[in-house]
């Protein structure tokens, strides 16, 4: 099977295609913008462009050898890296290199048989230093077919990983320094910030917009998503066809990874505000994740959750994101009376947490404490002494 089309981002592509028919494309790009709008399949787009033998002024041709290989992510001279789960067993640098080398091609033979992924994890992912090394490798060697070679990098950000070491960065760092001729490199990141400033010193960042709703609904609707899912996910998506995929419901009618996290993050809220204290501890104690880390996504629903309190607050319950949430948030808004700057003061906290997530701290401790938080700034908050009910 082939790759998806791209959707959207006209008027980048013409950037690139104008760019590159000009010889003025950068050697290395850092596609940066919302996480799931399209960012690495957009640097696949650029990829295929560079090869194509027919390239046209507005893009490759989709149809020469080079464009089909491409579509098909077999051209040997585009190399796509992304982050993948830790090996276990691997005892050496050398297993190690060989694991993430193999699970790279298990998980590219996923993609061409299902090209359309939530843009999630299910599991704390990384692109290790022996991913990093071995890209330097092969950057370091000649093109197979074409003239040049395209490296590909997605969610860059992970090449800081679970380690606490930036060697992986560092690896990348060295080969950007002093790239082959013969090279282009195109890193996306949803998290630019938390890339090395050198390896962003080093790239020329292209802003990758969210779509519009009409657009998500549009992509997903042509290629058979039923109509009635894919309005409420296009709407939770923000602009990403990726993030919409992780809200639709899976093919054996359970929930998708995105929208259970939507869910358990309306959980959270519920405990904050629930008449007994107990209820926090419980929902913390029910964190069942190996690490902090692992909340992060967690976090970012929450403060979704949070900004649509805060919509209803300031009397625009139709910005809210969570629509199917208004009518229990606009009735303890209203019980409440709580002010805006009191969300305000939620979100903040909250952000504080995923810092600390990111340190991994115990997950079940960093729950509580934020949840007893939240509780104590809305209550403290509230103009009249009642009852959370």
């Known amino acids: 099977m082939s790759l998806h089309p791209v959707q959207g981002h006209e008027a980048l592509r013409r950037t690139f295609a104008a760019s590159l028919g000009q010889d003025s494309l950068p050697s290395a790009l850092l596609l940066h ?4 709008v399209g960012k690495q399949r957009l640097a696949l787009w650029i990829a295929q462009m560079e090869l194509c033998e027919d ?9 020469c050898r080079s464009c089909r290989l491409a579509l ?6 585009v190399h796509w890296y992304f982050p993948l789960p830790r090996p276990r067993g691997a005892s050496s640098p050398e297993k190690m290199a060989d694991a993430l080398e193999a699970a790279r091609f ?8 299902a090209s359309l992924q939530p843009s999630r994890p299910a599991e704390p992912t990384g692109i290790y230093l022996a991913a990093a090394r071995a890209l330097r490798r092969r950057a370091q060697s000649r093109p197979s077919m074409a003239d040049r070679q395209i490296f590909i990098i997605g969610d860059a950000e992970t090449l800081v990983p679970q380690e606490a070491s930036p060697e992986a960065a560092n690896a990348l760092l060295k080969l950007l320094e002093e790239p082959p001729n013969d090279t282009r490199f195109v890193l996306s990141s949803s998290q630019p910030g938390s890339l090395l400033d050198t390896i962003r010193s080093r790239t020329v960042p292209v802003l990758v917009p969210p779509l519009t709703e009409r657009e998500v609904v549009d992509f997903l609707v042509a290629r058979g ?7 409420a996910a296009a709407r939770l998506s923000g602009g990403a066809i990726g993030r919409a995929l992780g809200y639709l419901p899976l093919d054996d009618g359970g929930e998708g990874a995105l929208e259970a996290e939507r869910r358990a993050a309306f959980t959270l809220l519920r405990a904050a505000l629930a008449p007994r204290m ?8 029910n964190q069942k994740v190996s690490g902090a880390r692992a909340l992060l996504g967690l976090l970012a629903s929450l403060e979704v959750w949070l900004r649509d309190l805060a919509a209803i607050a300031t009397g625009v319950p139709d910005r809210a994101v969570n629509q199917d949430g208004v009518p229990w948030l606009s009735r303890k808004a209203r019980e409440r009376g709580w002010p805006p700057e009191a969300v305000a003061r939620c ?9 600390h997530a990111r340190g991994n ?3 079940q401790l960093l729950i509580a404490g934020l949840l007893t938080d939240l509780r104590r700034i809305l209550e403290s908050s509230t103009p009249r002494a009642s009852h959370v009910r």
């Open 33 to 36: 913008g919302p996480e799931g």
């Open 55 to 63: 390239r046209r002024a507005e893009g490759p041709c989709d149809r």
């Open 72 to 77: 098909r992510l077999e051209h040997p001279d």
């Open 106 to 113: 298990a998980r590219l033979a996923e993609i061409r048989e």
């Open 225 to 231: 998503v039923a109509a009635d899912a894919v309005e």
């Open 278 to 285: 107990g209820t926090v501890f419980a929902e913390a104690l």
């Open 347 to 355: 979100l903040a906290r909250v952000d504080e947490a995923a810092v």
């Open 361 to 363: 701290v115990n997950p």
